[in-house]
């Protein structure tokens, strides 16, 4: 399943700084900071506490996240294989402009959900689906409000 308006790339970093540090000597990025966040996320296999430092980079209209992963009960970011780099590619994130026919669309296709988090009245949501075997990463869909988006640095 492929919808929605493709904007970020994610990659698991071992030193997030190391990893805002290289990205600094190579585009125009400024006032990039880190922060630390910790969640409870739906899996098959129960809620699980997924702990870590994040950091948005906006290079044009392409986000980059990096993610510095503190505790992954859910094993989804620490079984992200290292290429030897600072930086190992792990998902790709679109944002759709609906939830409820995302969620619909997401039921009736072949790729399983490994992790979701949508409560009522939040201003984000966003669950992964595991594309491995058809494309060697996971895809992630996000809505979120205008205001978020506008947060987070999205373009207009």
């Known amino acids: 399943m492929i919808t929605g308006h493709h904007y970020q790339n994610a990659y698991i ?8 540090a290289a990205f600094a000597a190579r585009a125009d990025i400024s006032n990039v900071r880190p922060f630390a966040i910790e969640q409870m996320l739906w899996t098959p296999d129960g809620i699980k506490r997924v702990a870590s430092k994040i950091a948005f980079i906006w290079v044009g209209d392409l986000q980059y996240e990096l993610i510095e992963v503190t505790d992954d009960e859910s094993g989804i970011y620490r079984n992200c294989v290292s290429n030897g780099g600072l930086m190992h590619f792990h998902h790709i994130c679109m944002r759709v402009p609906e939830w409820e026919p995302l969620r619909a669309a997401v039921a009736n296709q072949n790729l399983p959900v490994v ?15 595991d594309g491995r075997s058809f494309c060697g990463h996971y895809i992630e869909y996000t809505w979120m409000s205008d205001e978020r988006w506008a947060q987070l640095g999205g373009p207009k």
Request: with cysteine; proline share 0%; hydrophobic share 50%.
């Open 13 to 20: 970093c071992d030193d997030i700084d190391a990893a805002i």
């Open 115 to 129: 992790l979701e988090r949508a409560n009522d009245g939040d201003l984000l949501k966003f669950l992964y689906l």
